[in-house]
């Protein structure tokens, strides 16, 4: 498996989903500019991600979207499913597992933490809630190395430690927070207020 950057490993995730959508409308094959366009990447910076993973398409046909789909996959894919847990079933919180449920085969939210009495012991939205007490426990048991955050800016630094101690490597961060945590956890911070006034200062342009 190839090393690979962050940035990298974004433009990828953006390649598959891309080709996943074109194999779902009966595509098989796409040229590299194609695709680049679909991605909103250059042609080039394209073809030096794909040789970079050791996949090559033909000149005269493009790239054969199935095994191109399967050379991105061996990638950034495990071949054993990935348990994922989260952290706050608020409104947010089951948003986010309704949004992801189904959509990876092998990667899977198994375990749901909550501090409200009324969720916990319950499932909720196909996920199996347990008390915030339970997190490292339930982590360990399972062998859960990544986890979503959807608690409120105040509690995430807090989860985020015990998450730490639970042995999470991966963390995604809704909470408008940024995080302090050892440089050997990864974290991706998605701060839905930030991105909307980003949005909001382009429309005004």
Same mark, same amino acid.
């Given at each position: 498996m190839a090393d690979l950057?962050?940035?990298? &490993? #974004?433009?990828?995730? &953006?390649?598959?989903? #891309?080709?996943? #959508?074109l194999e779902n409308e009966g595509t098989d094959? *796409?040229?590299?500019h194609q695709l680049a366009k679909r991605a909103g990447v250059s042609p080039v910076q394209l073809r030096h991600d794909i040789m970079g993973i050791g996949y090559s398409g033909s000149p005269a046909r493009g790239y054969e979207i199935s095994e191109m789909l399967k050379s991105i996959a061996k990638q950034l894919l495990s071949t054993k499913q990935q348990n994922v847990a989260i952290v706050g079933i608020g409104n947010l919180g089951r948003a986010i597992m309704a949004y992801f449920h189904g959509r990876r085969e092998n990667i899977r939210i198994i375990a749901g933490f909550d501090s409200d009495l009324q969720k916990i012991n319950r499932t909720i939205s196909g996920c199996y809630c347990y008390s915030m007490n339970d997190i490292e426990r339930i982590c360990k048991y399972h062998k859960i190395k990544a986890a979503i955050i959807a608690v409120p800016e105040r509690e995430a630094q807090d989860i985020a430690e015990k998450l730490s101690q639970?042995? *999470?490597r991966g963390i995604m961060n809704f909470a408008p927070v940024r995080l302090v945590l050892p440089d050997s956890i990864y974290v991706e911070n998605l701060d839905m207020a930030l991105t909307l006034e980003k949005v909001a200062y382009f429309a005004r342009q």
């Open positions: 950057s962050k940035k990298t &490993v #974004e433009r990828l995730c &953006v390649y598959h989903r #891309e080709l996943l #959508e094959h *796409i040229f590299s639970a042995g *999470i």
